[in-house]
């Protein structure tokens, strides 16, 4: 009788023990797959910027509109306007 109920009790730590070990596998699973999503994410932004640092070493128009566009420097005899962004009135001010 004592070895049945050792028997027993064995047979229930082993399968708790499993229990535990598929749920941590589950669990190891879905953090693989979000992580290979994410290392897709960042291997396309990667490739994005290859092409920018491409274009901005060989591609002078390319090199020439992002200093006008993001520096703000323009060609000599052209003028620069800038517009203030203004945040749009509120619901009870109309």
């Not at 953090?31 to 920018?52: C, G, P, S, T």
């Not at 274009?55 to 520096?71: C, K, T």
């Given at each position: ?37 994410m ?56």
């Amino acid at each position: 009788m004592l070895f049945v109920a050792v028997v027993v009790v064995f047979t229930g730590y082993c399968a708790w023990n499993l229990w535990e070990l598929h749920q941590e596998y589950r669990r190891l699973l879905q953090e693989e797959n979000k992580a290979r999503v994410m290392l897709a994410d960042e291997q396309q932004k990667f490739r994005d910027n290859q092409r920018v640092l491409d274009r901005l070493r060989n591609d002078p128009a390319f090199v020439a509109l992002v200093i006008r566009s993001r520096l703000g420097y323009a060609r000599p005899g052209e003028l620069i306007f800038r517009f203030e962004q203004t945040a749009p009135p509120a619901a009870n001010d109309r």
